[in-house]
């Protein structure tokens, strides 16, 4: 094996065990190699090769030494060197936490990931029942609200491949998500935001608009959420809308000379 071929299996190596690290989502469930095949895509040696290797670095632990896995500190190590050294996080955690106590719900502040969003700063009031989601939490971006709200904020030529993208994942779902998408849009075109109702989670619902921050320009979005059986989503939504805008205005004011790339 010449030297090209040894780097080319090195970083496929680097990149299939990234995927299996980024296979633990939202829902901070322990995964068994199986469901991280199902995820993951990949051959059932493959992942049982790459789970035994993350283990051994520090990565991935057992639960219960049983079959499941979850992450440990070595993963936790490096979300949290990207939060140190994340220019944005400190602005905007005061301003975030401010309006979750102000409507009792949970704000978050996301950036794109693949298909997905990942929160990269979040806060709650103390006084509501919320999904099971914190900072580094990945959630589809065809899905929710605040990655509807981030595909509505792309130039089309950035927007058309990532829907499509989007599009072909949903395989037979994919009417439904085209469609569910286009609400979307003409919301927020409408109204500066758009929502979603027991998509993602069951009883869940989320309000979402885009921010385009620092002096990169970069398109993030921001987010309001929250469980609670049969809400009153006009009710809501006309008491978070005006509050949530005001709010996007103040990030984007504050962050206005900082670099925020993701």
């Known amino acids: 094996m010449n030297g090209t071929d040894t780097q080319t299996n090195v970083t ?7 995927e299996v690290l980024r296979a633990f989502r939202a ?3 322990p995964l068994s ?3 991280l095949v199902r995820r993951t895509g990949f051959p059932k040696a493959t ?5 035994t290797t993350l283990i051994a670095i520090g990565y991935l632990r057992r639960v219960g030494g049983g079959r499941q896995f979850e992450l440990s500190a070595g ?3 490096m979300g949290h060197a990207y939060l140190e050294a994340n220019p944005v996080i400190n602005i905007v955690n005061p301003f975030i936490q401010k309006l979750a106590d102000k409507l009792e719900l949970s704000v978050a502040l996301a950036v794109p990931h693949r298909l997905d969003m990942i929160y990269i700063a979040w806060r709650a009031s103390a006084r509501i029942a919320t999904l099971r989601l914190g900072v580094g939490s990945l959630l589809p971006m065809e899905s929710t609200s605040v990655g509807r709200a981030y595909l509505y904020a792309l130039s089309p030529a950035e927007r058309e491949p990532l829907v499509g993208a989007l599009l072909e994942a949903a395989g037979e779902h994919a009417a439904i998500v085209r469609r569910n998408l286009e609400v979307a849009f003409a919301d ?5 935001v758009c929502m979603s109702v027991g998509e993602y989670q069951r009883n869940a619902y989320g309000i979402a608009l885009p921010v385009v921050v620092g002096r990169s320009r970069t398109i993030m979005s921001l987010n309001c959420g929250a469980i609670e059986l049969d809400p009153d989503m006009t009710a809501i939504r006309n008491r978070v809308m005006p509050e949530l ?6 990030l984007t004011e504050e962050l206005v000379d900082v670099d925020c790339e993701p």
């Open 12 to 18: 496929l190596t680097v990149e299939r065990g990234l």
């Open 27 to 29: 829902a901070r469930a």
């Open 33 to 35: 190699n199986a469901e």
């Open 47 to 51: 992942v049982s090769r790459l789970t």
């Open 75 to 77: 993963a936790l190590s």
């Open 188 to 192: 927020l075109s409408e109204s500066g």
């Open 245 to 250: 805008k005001a709010t996007a205005r103040k």
